[in-house]
């Protein structure tokens, strides 16, 4: 059974605080992404990561940044939280090439105070 | 660069009755396209795809997509559909990146809520 797992749930941080999400996969994928869910926005890509200590910025990085030190974990990094990153975060993973499915964790629902 | 338009944000229908989600894509020389569903309170899990041959894709329980070149449309449909069905449903396209790498661009998403 494929697993993408994120380490919280539920997260709720103070403005201003350097904030860590995990995501760790055991499927051996090499592409590693982070998307952030919002209402009526749908999904938005972070980051990802095709390799490890490789990275692409997606459509709104700014106020991010990612760690990819290990081929199974990928970690999302808020430098200085602020509340308008308030919102769902979501990992997912995938083999190479373009047909190959996505899969994701769970989500990390975070609050910024 | 690629996009995804899902013309619906909420879909509201009453048990049973067909439903079609719509959802169109900016053209590109080659075309892979999914429909990912998430159910209250859990992740994207994958519902359809279409790679190539056949522009009938099916799921296993019961949604079908068909791959319109010409309208540029990959529009999720259900002949009857159940409670169980409520639940957010994205489209999504594969596009390439600078790096040569691949990333899915997905739509805002369409609410389907089916009631009794």
């Known amino acids: 059974d494929v697993k993408v797992t994120q380490s919280s749930r539920y997260l709720v941080k103070r403005t201003g605080e350097k904030v860590f999400l995990e995501c760790v996969q055991d499927m051996d994928h090499e592409n590693m992404f982070w998307y952030r869910q919002d209402p009526g926005l749908g999904l938005r890509l972070i980051y990802f990561s095709y390799d490890v200590k490789m990275k692409e910025k997606g459509d709104i990085p700014e106020g991010y940044s990612v760690s990819r030190e290990k081929k199974e974990r990928f970690s999302l990094i808020l430098e200085s939280a602020s509340t308008n990153q308030t919102s769902m975060y979501l990992c997912?993973?995938?083999?190479?090439?373009?047909?190959?499915?996505?899969?994701f964790g769970q989500g990390t629902r975070l609050t910024v105070v | 660069a690629q996009s995804v338009t899902q013309l619906d944000s909420q879909v509201p229908v009453f048990e049973e009755a067909p439903v079609e989600l719509r959802c169109n894509y900016s053209s590109s020389v080659s075309v892979y396209l999914f429909w990912y569903v998430q159910y209250p309170n859990q992740g994207l899990q994958l519902l359809l795809k279409?790679?190539?041959?056949?522009?009938l894709v099916e799921s296993i329980n019961g949604f079908e997509a068909e791959f319109n070149k010409s309208q540029t449309s990959f529009h999720l449909r259900k002949p009857s559909v159940h409670i169980s069905d409520t639940a957010e449903y994205f489209c999504?396209?594969?596009?390439?990146?600078?790096?040569?790498?691949?990333?899915?661009?997905f739509g805002k998403g369409t609410k389907l809520t089916v009631n009794p």
């Open positions: 279409y790679l190539s041959g056949s522009t």
């Open positions: 997912a993973s995938s083999l190479f090439g373009s047909e190959a499915e996505a899969f």
């Open positions: 999504a396209v594969s596009v390439n990146t600078q790096g040569g790498s691949e990333k899915l661009v």
